[in-house]
């Protein structure tokens, strides 16, 4: 049996945490006296509560914890988290289902994007407040997971980066504590030059807020129905596809890169192969528009840009009715959906680093296939990849490709059409946001799908988040034996 | 350098082999009094000639074949017999440009099935005969070289079917010549009792044999343009589901049964494994259609068996289009087509055995990342798998996925829907015949595409075919050189 109370009372002090966070959109809601401040007050005090007495029952362990304990808390905070941060949900004036919040909340914490709610341009400032948050949130959570956990959890090739951050001689920093506190400087600093340049670029303070922490989350919740297409402003484009590329690239570099090793950003292999992969892509789709949909240079490269790195983040904003591109673009976007950003970043998907080790892994194989004698070792940022590293990372991909299959084919027996069954499952999994087709596209809304398909939905979105294998492991009956 | 002399030789003695078989539509035709008896006796001799000069321009070398020297033999034969296989088309009455008479030849020597030709059922009988030929030569090919080539060239863990005939204490025969009259002789066997069972069940003579060629290698060109939806007739539609299910069994396995192992089939877990999949899509999809669509028990299991069976196994008939299915039953049929048959049959895409190999790996992962000291080792058939095998399949499931969507975009780029370019990208890799939708679907045809969408699918055939390492292999530079 493991012993769970560690993972109680880390638990509660999350819960604690975010009941602190609930205050601001109980203020803001206040200060324009929109009587959902007490929604607010109320989710609140619950999350108190409730965070509380798993702090008081649980106390008095030493917080060391095994790794079976840290699987369970990585599972267990993010999905406490998305219960009870769907109160507000709730209560406010919204006249919402649990299930509807649910996923809402599951899509913000998870930084999804995919959202249930419509009439956002009116929405109460609260509630807009209360999205960003969560995926501001869970864009800094998903970080220090990435960093701190799932490396010791060797999930998915992730055990890659564990010499990166401690056994190599050129250390970032002694200790974890100290790497995550670089990092959520990074992170502040980051989320408040974005609002200073949406605020420049003609965003309202309110608007430039709450969309610079959904840009730096890679999240794409939006304070209007019309995402960042409202705005109708080249310069507010730009501002959220560059935004949206750092929030995909590894934090720790930022932090090295501000400790004096300023080649850090540049020299990874992981954010080179990341910039060719979204240069390329913006490239083709550009010339695509120009040359199949006479869009002039300027724009073509403006949509091509913000779309492709909003689509591959993660991040889910849309400017435009991608869905009216085409097949090549619907069939591009569908794919750079699974690749996603950088590890270690906000980002979602397979990513980067996934790809270079898989193709190191081919080339070494197609090179033993003409040398079956020869020896042969795959390379990662110039370092030689361990088979274990390997085979994770490889197993991860099937498991990736399985897990969608599984999704869209409960989607499919829930009803959906072929494209929505696909692309949901799609844009669940790697946390994107919008799917392709007129229901779930970047012009529709998950409100109109069935209650079963959002539940299906909301638990892809975490398995995404959290890298399969960590939730997954949970329904294995051995881990809770031995 | 490579001697290509031997490669040469033996793709000349196919040649000649295949401008024999050509005398058959030949006759068949010059008995009903139909032109193009001629196109097919110029095609004959412009093969034989071809074949001829190839054996007797590199004769006399001794032909024991070096690894690189296999490699470039199978590409090199598949390729030469769709291209010589596609003179009849050209020659003939049918005013085909050369485009549609090599995808209509590569996709019946690669048993995959998808045509641009339309009025079948007026079809003079030697097309008829000679597209049928084409896809039973294909299957016996294929077969011939799962056994006795690719485990040799080591391509996406078909290494591990090494052992089973030539190392293990159960030997099955003890030489590779013995082993191919084995599977010829079990081939025409299953051949001739399919057409007796189809002639039994109402078909005429001539449809019988031609529906039992294009069965046995699944195939599935048909004499009609309905497919074997013009018989309208169960028992017809149990025979295609009964035979199609023997033509994706290991060939291999038949053998050794006849040979006095009785139980060879039945213990071997690949085709324990096939059955349940097949039966679960089987029981699911008439389940979705008696719910969903209110068809008939009787009728829906029917209907199931032998459309999941025909995807499953990459034959491709169809009775029913599909596509009124909804979302549910496409998104599975898209899914199946990658599943495949099992490995040594004439069925194509993944193939069961991968399945069950990342499995397992999957499944000693996750052991792994709990007991991260503990030793693992997974299992296929009741034998270790080896690292090599793991990583040979991994590989192959990530090349095939990265293959899939490469075909996907370019079909895109060409001007494609979405749903023609992402299941025709699948029906071409994994050699199954009718994709989804309007266009390619089971009521659709190939004929409407563009020239390079058709060049774009015979690449895709010819590489899932060969399991694509095979093919890819000849594009690396060091190939080559040393």
Known sequence: MIDLRPVFFICGILLVTMSVVMAVPAVADRMVNNPDWQAFAISSLLTLFAGGLLILTNRGRAVVLSVRQAFVLTTASWASIAAFGALPFTFAELDMSF?????????GITTTGSTVMTGLDQAPPGILLWRSLLQWMGGIGIIVVAVAILPMLRVGGMQIFRMESSDKSEKVMPRAAQIATGIAVVYIVLSVMCAGAYWA??????EAINHAMTTIATGGYSTSDLSVGLFDNATIDWVATGFMILGALPFVLYVQTVRGRISALLTDSQVQWF???VGSAVLVMALW???TRSVPMALAFRASS???????TGTGYSTSDFGQWGGFALAAFFLLMFIGGCAGSTSCGIKVFRFQVLYATAKVQIARLMQPHGVF???????PISEEVT???MGFFFLFVIAFAMLALLLGLLGLDFLTCVSGAATAIANVGPGLGDVIGPAGN???LPDGAKWVLSAGMLLGRLELFTVLILFVPAFWRG
């Open 99 to 107: 299930t509807d919040a649910l996923f809402e909340s599951m899509s």
């Open 201 to 206: 670029a003609g965003m309202s303070a309110f």
């Open 275 to 277: 910039l060719v992969i």
């Open 289 to 291: 528009l120009m040359t």
């Open 306 to 312: 913000f779309n492709v790195v909003s689509i591959i």
């Open 377 to 383: 070792i795959p390379y990662y940022n110039r370092q």
């Open 391 to 393: 085979s994770s990372v």
């Open 446 to 448: 998950f409100k109109a």
